[in-house]
């Protein structure tokens, strides 16, 4: 028995950004039910998650349903705790805490004003005052962990938590939406844009589901901030140095060559 994770569209649901990364960060492969945002509601979607009407949301291997990116946060830790999803340290896990049910309740402005899509980079965003404060009181409370914690690693509380998973999509808003930060903010921001399982996920933003219109904003763009893409070719056979896909888990069909090796996918 494994985990039933259910999400949405990876391109626009920043809730399921932090229900999928709680899984990577612990390397538990879920079952992973897809939720299109492009056909009918959500709770209608996933009938067999009943009464969970939001993704994300998982079943556990005995049969229990938790919704809510954060009891999911929360169950998986207790359920996981060696795993490192809070550090052991009370003080840090407190504060880790303290920054996480911050974001989960608030910065309504921001999260109203620059929803998350991973489609798409703007350039020269007017933001509103509302989200202007929201962003300051961001930069506080990153600045705060960072000041305390850095000399152990680059996330909020130096090794990678449940508090960065939280704020994993409003990095991903601070990138998309252009926002000027300080030095340490920013920082913070390049962080999670060349993190590995980030980008895992943004790949599948680029390549599954539909452009939403109704999430486009009428700004200049820009290219995605994040670290280039490298360089790889296709090619139409292995074998390959994987065994199995890294995104899927499942056995490779398709190929690509880079630098001299042959990496397969599944998808
Ligand atoms: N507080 C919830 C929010 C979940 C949420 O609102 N998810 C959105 C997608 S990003 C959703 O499922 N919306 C469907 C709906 O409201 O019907 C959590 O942390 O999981």
């Not at 921001?110 to 929803?115: I, K, S, V």
């Amino acid at each position: 028995m494994t985990y039933d994770l259910f999400i949405g569209d990876y391109a626009y649901s920043s809730w399921s950004l932090r229900g999928w990364l709680l899984f990577r960060a612990l390397g538990l492969k879920p079952q992973v039910h897809l939720v299109d945002f492009n056909k009918a509601g959500v709770a209608e979607q996933m009938p067999q998650a009943a009464p969970a009407r939001t993704v994300p949301a998982m079943r556990t291997p005995d049969g229990t349903l938790v919704w809510d990116s954060l009891a999911m946060a929360e169950e998986l830790h207790s359920r996981h705790p060696d795993g490192g999803l809070w550090p052991d340290d009370p003080a840090a896990r407190g504060l880790g805490r303290s920054l996480a049910c911050e974001m989960h309740s608030g910065f309504t402005a921001l999260r109203g004003e620059c929803p998350m899509n991973l489609r798409t980079a703007y350039r020269d965003v007017p933001l509103s005052d509302a989200t202007k404060t929201d962003i300051a009181r961001i930069e506080t409370i990153w600045t705060h962990a960072r000041e305390r914690y850095s000399q152990h690693g680059p996330w909020l509380l130096g090794n990678y938590s449940i508090a960065d998973i939280a704020f994993a999509p409003v990095a991903a808003r601070f990138a998309g939406y252009d926002v000027t930060l300080s030095d340490v903010a920013q920082a913070y921001v390049d962080t999670h844009l060349s993190d590995t399982m980030f980008r895992q996920w943004r790949t599948m933003a680029l390549v599954t589901g539909d452009t939403l219109p109704w999430y486009a904003k009428p700004f200049d763009t820009r290219p995605w901030p994040g670290p280039e893409p490298v360089p790889a070719r296709p090619v139409d056979d292995g074998p390959a140095v994987n065994a199995t896909c890294p995104f899927t888990g499942g056995t490779p069909r398709y190929f690509l060559e880079f630098e001299g090796r042959i990496f397969g996918f599944e998808n």
